[in-house]
Structures are given as structure tokens and as C-alpha cells.
């Protein structure tokens, strides 16, 4: 049968896609003799094959091997693999024969994935995924815990080339049969791979899946995993609420585990991650104190951990990440003298293994970031030469990561906020034009990147927030026409966001503050009708957020605020704003 044919047979509207592919595949294979037939279901269990491969699989002889390699290689859905030196089934036909070999033969296909994954294919790395993929196929326990050692070695390693290509083959077997428990635990590490690749629904729908196989399975570290993946996908999708909820369960089941191994590095690391993702939730929601609470749980767990492993990067590294953000609270509280103290423990960890480990590219994003840091706490004390500095160091080296991958949505978004940085400082300082030029180049990346994935709420915010800067440096310019513009463009994506999470504090603050500005703008260029609207928009949300938290001071004092911009408009128009 040729391929042409084969593809004939695929075109059937009677039958299902699963079922054309077997019907097809049954039909091409029991058109074979014997030894072809084995020979080509085979060939079809790894991802690419040659003479040695086949000898393995078919525990023949090299020569019979050649023989047979020979004739698969005249058969139309065979196709040369030049990199690797070999050959491989076609994709189609290939995913037909595995799904084919382990409905109607499990026990032979479970052989043969057991003898693929002891071959060679090719480097180390192609190696380690190739018998991961077949082991989770015939060893799926002892294969559960060498693909966790994989991801957190290569996750440490920064190797991102290596996840991904793990990534593509733990894909692939989403919709293969594989064992409940083994397939729920290889999705969550692919969400974890593809956290900031994928459209956000595609790694909710990953985590959910996996937290309701790993439920039934009773394995809770591994729950626990997928509800703190659950969160940071529901985090990124502006669902703070229910992300905190998924965080709090998982550091649940983990505090719990802990109890019952003490000593136990994974479960302490992925516990020290549930303080740490619970602690930034209670930040943002003003919850200052509990948020130093979570992260003082997490450092004492990593130091813990640090004084038992101290050549660990790992632990080392999110320790680094407490310190960064314990110097962000103590930054709002406008403790400055604590910030520096935690920004310069960030610092130094940051320093030392970026350092030690000068390829690693997440190294150099969290040395980065650092940078951010400090160039942030520079500007809130007027600091703008410094903090400039410290910008600029953020910016170069995320340029210096995306000209070796321009693709990478993560490192694209790091670039922005150091972009948002350098564009304030250089406004402060009054280099407008340079201003202009590093928000527009922010708004730019943010713009591809919220066209890749529209549900992505903290790249919206992003977004919004650098419309934002440019409508205010626009209107210190006195360009009103292009300040509004921005502004509404600004205002359409906090709508927008809104309606979708009607209780979202973060969203309300944030439109609340462009109505704010928006108001001021049509103030300023005499505009007293649109000016008033503005205020009084702004007011009925800072009524709102004030009903909310009626004990946060900083709540009454913007509604104090906001009453005082709407009574001023008031009185200067004519008759006092009333019609005449």
C-alpha cells in the first residue's frame, strides 16, 4: 500500500480518526510477511530507528537487522531521519502501530519499549528523554522518579533546549494509553515546562487533569505539585482568589508530608515554593504582614536545607527569590533601609551563582531582576542616576538573552519591565525622548505578547501599566491628544480584564488610577465636562475599594482624594458644574 493510499484510507467519513488510523495501519501491516510485519511494528515503538536499534528491539542478529532495515526503508511511510543517521516511521502511521501494538498486544509492546529505551539514538541528552518516553510505557513507577530527577537537574541547569525537547515527548503521550498515576505526574512536569509557552486554558486544562487522576491515586506530594501549578496558572490568569485557595491546598498536603519525612530535600523545596507563591498572593492583596510570615517559613526551610546541602544551587536560589521579595514588602512600607538589606542578600546569592554557572540563562535573568530591584528602590527616593544604572544592567543582559532566543515569551516579558524601568528613570531625569523611545519598545513586546495569549493577565497589565507611562509623559509634554489615546488604550484593557473578574481588587485599583489620570489630563488642557466624568467614575471605584477594606488607611485617604478632584471640577466650571 502506498502513502498516498494510506492518506485515501485516512479520508473515510465513516469511521473515526482513531479508527481510520487502525483500519488503515491493520490493513497496511497483515499485508506484510511475517518478518516485515514485526519488523515494522517495531521500527514503530521509538521515535527513529536503524540496523543496531532493530538487532535490539527484535533480538536479531546485525546482519538480519540490515536485511530487514533495508525493506522498511522501501515502504512509502518510512522516511529518512538524517539526524540521527537513520529511519523512522511516519508520524501518522507510527502513532496508529504503537496504539495498535498495546490495545491488542500489551505485554509485546511493553517489551519493546522496555529494549527502546536501553538503546542509543544519539547524545546523552536525546538518550535520557528517548528511555524516559518509553519507560513511562513499560516502567512507569521507577520511571516517574528518573523523569522528576531529569526536570529538576535540567530545571537547575537551566537547560531549556533539553526540557523542551522532554517537553514535545511527554506531549505526545497525552493522549497515548499510559499508566493513571505516571501519565497525571508526567503533566504536570510538561505544564511546568510549558507554564509560560502555552495559552494559559491549555495549562489549566494540564493541571486539572492531573490533580484529578493524582486525587484517586493518593499521592500527595505529587498533588500537591499540580495544585501549586494549578495556582500559578490561575495567578497569570489575574484569578488571585482561587490561585490562593490551589496554594494553600497544596502547602496543606505538603505540610503534612514534611511531618512524616522531615528530611526529605523534594518535598521541603516544593514546600518552600508554596510559602513563597502563597506569600506574593498576601502581598499583592496588602496582606504585608502575613506575606513576611510565608516567607519566613520558606527561608527557614531553605536555610534548613542549605546547611545540610550547601553546594545546592537550588535552594540557594529560592532563597534568593524570598529575600527579593521580603525587600518589596519592606519597600512599600517605605522601609527603605530594610529593603537595601534584603535586595543586597538577594544580590550577593545572585552574583555568586551567576558566577559559578555563567551559561545558565536563569541565572542571568534572576541576576536580572536583582538589578530591577534595585533600580526600583533607587527611584522611590529620588535616586535617578542610580537607579538608571541599575536598570540599564537589567535591560542589557535580557538583550543579551534574547539574541540568542527571541521566541522566549518569559525572558520577552523580563525585557519589558526592564524597559519600563529605563523609561522612568530617563523620565525623571527629564530625557524625554529617551523616555518615549524604551516605553514604546515596552508597549511593542507586551503588544506580541498579548496577541500570543490574550488570557494572559499579568501580560495585559503589563500592557496597561506601560500606556499608562506613556500617557503620563505625554501629558507632562502637554500632548494631550496623545496622552488620551494612550490612556484609552490603557482603559479598554482594564475594562476588558474587569468584566471578566467583576471582584478583582487589582483590577479596580488599576482603573481607578488611569481614571485618575485621564481626569487630570482633560483638567489640565481645560476640559472641565470630560475632567468631571473621569473623577466621578474614579470615585464610585474608590467608593467601592474603601467599602472593601474600610480599615486600610491608604483606601480612605484616595477617597479623600477622589471627593476633593470631583468638588474642585465642580467648583470651577460654570454654575458649578449644574446645568444652567
Given at each position: 500500500?502506498?502513502?498516498?493510499?494510506?492518506?485515501?484510507?485516512?479520508?473515510?467519513?465513516?469511521?473515526?480518526?482513531e479508527?481510520?488510523?487502525?483500519?488503515?495501519?491493520?490493513?497496511?501491516?497483515?499485508a506484510?510477511?511475517?518478518?516485515m510485519?514485526?519488523?515494522?511494528?517495531?521500527?514503530?515503538?521509538?521515535?527513529?530507528?536503524?540496523?543496531?536499534v532493530?538487532?535490539?528491539?527484535?533480538d536479531?542478529d546485525n546482519?538480519?537487522?540490515?536485511?530487514?532495515?533495508?525493506?522498511?526503508?522501501?515502504?512509502?511511510?518510512v522516511?529518512?531521519?538524517?539526524?540521527?543517521?537513520?529511519?523512522?516511521?511516519?508520524?501518522?502511521v507510527?502513532?496508529?502501530?504503537?496504539?495498535?501494538?498495546?490495545?491488542?498486544?500489551?505485554?509485546?509492546?511493553?517489551?519493546?519499549?522496555?529494549?527502546?529505551?536501553?538503546?542509543?539514538?544519539?547524545?546523552?541528552?536525546?538518550?535520557?528523554?528517548?528511555?524516559?518516553?518509553?519507560?513511562?510505557?513499560?516502567?512507569?513507577?521507577?520511571?516517574?522518579?528518573?523523569?522528576?530527577?531529569?526536570?529538576?537537574?535540567?530545571?537547575?541547569?537551566?537547560?531549556?533546549?533539553?526540557?523542551?525537547?522532554?517537553?514535545?515527548?511527554?506531549?505526545?503521550?497525552?493522549?497515548?494509553?499510559?499508566?493513571?498515576?505516571?501519565?497525571?505526574?508526567?503533566?504536570?512536569?510538561?505544564?511546568?515546562i510549558?507554564?509560560?509557552?502555552?495559552?494559559?486554558?491549555?495549562?489549566?486544562?494540564?493541571?486539572?487533569?492531573?490533580?484529578q487522576?493524582?486525587?484517586?491515586?493518593?499521592?500527595?506530594?505529587?498533588?500537591?505539585?499540580?495544585?501549586?501549578?494549578?495556582?500559578?496558572?490561575?495567578?497569570?490568569?489575574?484569578?488571585?482568589?482561587e490561585?490562593?485557595?490551589?496554594?494553600?491546598?497544596?502547602?496543606?498536603?505538603?505540610?503534612?508530608?514534611?511531618?512524616?519525612?522531615?528530611?526529605?530535600?523534594?518535598?521541603?523545596?516544593?514546600?518552600?515554593?508554596?510559602?513563597?507563591?502563597?506569600?506574593?498572593?498576601?502581598?499583592?492583596?496588602?496582606?504585608?504582614?502575613?506575606?513576611?510570615?510565608?516567607?519566613?517559613?520558606?527561608?527557614?526551610i531553605?536555610?534548613?536545607?542549605?546547611?545540610?546541602?550547601?553546594?545546592?544551587?537550588?535552594w540557594?536560589?529560592?532563597?534568593?527569590?524570598?529575600?527579593?521579595?521580603?525587600?518589596?514588602?519592606?519597600?512599600?512600607?517605605?522601609?527603605?533601609?530594610?529593603?537595601?538589606?534584603?535586595?543586597?542578600?538577594?544580590?550577593?546569592?545572585?552574583?555568586?551563582?551567576?558566577?559559578?554557572?555563567?551559561?545558565?540563562?536563569?541565572?542571568?535573568?534572576?541576576?536580572?531582576?536583582?538589578?530591577?530591584?534595585?533600580?526600583?528602590?533607587?527611584?522611590?527616593?529620588?535616586?535617578?542616576?542610580?537607579?538608571?544604572?541599575?536598570?540599564?544592567?537589567?535591560?542589557?543582559?535580557?538583550?543579551?538573552?534574547?539574541?540568542?532566543?527571541?521566541?522566549?515569551?518569559?525572558?520577552?516579558?523580563?525585557?519589558?519591565?526592564?524597559?519600563?524601568?529605563?523609561?522612568?528613570?530617563?523620565?525623571?531625569?527629564?530625557?524625554?525622548?529617551?523616555?518615549?523611545?524604551?516605553?514604546?519598545?515596552?508597549?511593542?513586546?507586551?503588544?506580541?505578547?498579548?496577541?500570543?495569549?490574550?488570557?494572559?493577565?499579568?501580560?495585559?497589565?503589563?500592557?496597561?501599566?506601560?500606556?499608562?507611562?506613556?500617557?503620563?509623559?505625554?501629558?507632562?509634554?502637554?500632548?494631550?491628544?496623545?496622552?488620551?489615546?494612550?490612556?484609552?488604550?490603557?482603559?479598554?484593557?482594564?475594562?476588558?480584564?474587569?468584566?471578566?473578574?467583576p471582584?478583582?481588587?487589582?483590577w479596580?485599583?488599576?482603573?481607578?488610577?488611569?481614571?485618575?489620570?485621564?481626569?487630570?489630563?482633560?483638567?489640565?488642557?481645560?476640559?472641565l465636562?470630560?475632567?468631571?466624568?473621569?473623577?466621578?467614575?474614579?470615585?464610585?471605584?474608590?467608593?467601592?475599594?474603601?467599602?472593601?477594606?474600610?480599615?486600610?488607611?491608604?483606601?480612605?485617604?484616595?477617597?479623600?482624594?477622589?471627593?476633593?478632584?470631583?468638588?474642585?471640577?465642580?467648583?470651577?466650571?460654570?454654575?458649578?458644574?449644574?446645568?444652567?
Amino acid at each position: 500500500m502506498t502513502f498516498d493510499e494510506v492518506f485515501t484510507r485516512l479520508g473515510r467519513a465513516d469511521l473515526d480518526l482513531e479508527q481510520r488510523l487502525l483500519a488503515t495501519v491493520e490493513a497496511t501491516v497483515e499485508a506484510l510477511a511475517l518478518p516485515m510485519r514485526d519488523a515494522l511494528e517495531a521500527a514503530a515503538v521509538p521515535h527513529s530507528f536503524n540496523a543496531l536499534v532493530l538487532a535490539h528491539l527484535l533480538d536479531v542478529d546485525n546482519a538480519q537487522a540490515e536485511t530487514l532495515t533495508a525493506e522498511l526503508a522501501t515502504l512509502s511511510f518510512v522516511e529518512k531521519f538524517p539526524l540521527r543517521g537513520g529511519w523512522n516511521v511516519h508520524k501518522v502511521v507510527r502513532s496508529a502501530v504503537r496504539l495498535k501494538l498495546n490495545r491488542e498486544t500489551p505485554e509485546r509492546f511493553r517489551l519493546l519499549s522496555a529494549r527502546a529505551a536501553q538503546c542509543s539514538y544519539g547524545d546523552d541528552t536525546v538518550n535520557r528523554v528517548e528511555a524516559i518516553y518509553h519507560g513511562l510505557s513499560s516502567d512507569p513507577r521507577n520511571t516517574v522518579a528518573e523523569l522528576e530527577r531529569t526536570y529538576v537537574a535540567w530545571d537547575r541547569a537551566g537547560l531549556l533546549e533539553a526540557q523542551h525537547m522532554l517537553a514535545t515527548v511527554l506531549e505526545e503521550l497525552r493522549t497515548f494509553p499510559v499508566e493513571k498515576t505516571a501519565k497525571a505526574r508526567a503533566m504536570t512536569f510538561l505544564g511546568w515546562i510549558r507554564l509560560h509557552r502555552y495559552p494559559l486554558d491549555k495549562s489549566e486544562g494540564l493541571a486539572r487533569e492531573a490533580i484529578q487522576s493524582l486525587t484517586a491515586a493518593g499521592e500527595p506530594v505529587a498533588l500537591a505539585d499540580a495544585h501549586l501549578l494549578l495556582g500559578r496558572v490561575l495567578e497569570r490568569r489575574g484569578k488571585v482568589k482561587e490561585a490562593l485557595k490551589e496554594f494553600r491546598d497544596g502547602r496543606k498536603l505538603l505540610s503534612e508530608a514534611i511531618r512524616s519525612d522531615p528530611a526529605s530535600f523534594e518535598v521541603g523545596r516544593v514546600l518552600a515554593d508554596a510559602h513563597i507563591f502563597i506569600g506574593r498572593l498576601c502581598k499583592r492583596g496588602k496582606g504585608g504582614r502575613e506575606a513576611l510570615a510565608e516567607y519566613a517559613e520558606a527561608q527557614r526551610i531553605l536555610n534548613g536545607m542549605i546547611a545540610r546541602d550547601p553546594d545546592n544551587p537550588v535552594w540557594k536560589r529560592e532563597l534568593s527569590v524570598t529575600h527579593s521579595d521580603v525587600g518589596r514588602i519592606y519597600q512599600e512600607q517605605k522601609d527603605f533601609r530594610s529593603a537595601l538589606g534584603s535586595f543586597q542578600a538577594d544580590r550577593k546569592i545572585a552574583e555568586e551563582l551567576a558566577a559559578a554557572d555563567p551559561s545558565n540563562p536563569d541565572k542571568k535573568v534572576d541576576l536580572g531582576v536583582s538589578y530591577n530591584n534595585t533600580g526600583r528602590l533607587f527611584m522611590d527616593q529620588n535616586m535617578f542616576a542610580e537607579a538608571l544604572r541599575e536598570h540599564q544592567a537589567d535591560r542589557d543582559i535580557m538583550l543579551g538573552l534574547i539574541a540568542v532566543d527571541a521566541s522566549n515569551p518569559d525572558w520577552l516579558r523580563e525585557l519589558s519591565v526592564a524597559l519600563l524601568g529605563v523609561g522612568d528613570a530617563h523620565r525623571a531625569l527629564k530625557n524625554h525622548a529617551e523616555a518615549i523611545e524604551s516605553y514604546a519598545d515596552c508597549r511593542r513586546i507586551l503588544q506580541g505578547l498579548t496577541e500570543i495569549d490574550p488570557g494572559n493577565a499579568e501580560w495585559q497589565r503589563d500592557l496597561s501599566l506601560a500606556d499608562q507611562r506613556l500617557g503620563r509623559l505625554y501629558r507632562e509634554q502637554q500632548n494631550f491628544p496623545e496622552a488620551l489615546a494612550a490612556f484609552e488604550r490603557s482603559r479598554v484593557i482594564l475594562e476588558r480584564m474587569l468584566a471578566q473578574e467583576p471582584d478583582s481588587e487589582d483590577w479596580l485599583r488599576g482603573l481607578s488610577v488611569l481614571l485618575h489620570h485621564m481626569g487630570r489630563t482633560y483638567e489640565a488642557q481645560g476640559d472641565l465636562a470630560n475632567a468631571l466624568v473621569s473623577y466621578q467614575q474614579d470615585l464610585v471605584i474608590a467608593e467601592r475599594l474603601a467599602a472593601m477594606q474600610p480599615d486600610d488607611a491608604s483606601r480612605q485617604k484616595d477617597l479623600r482624594d477622589r471627593r476633593e478632584a470631583v468638588d474642585r471640577v465642580h467648583a470651577a466650571m460654570p454654575n458649578g458644574g449644574r446645568a444652567a
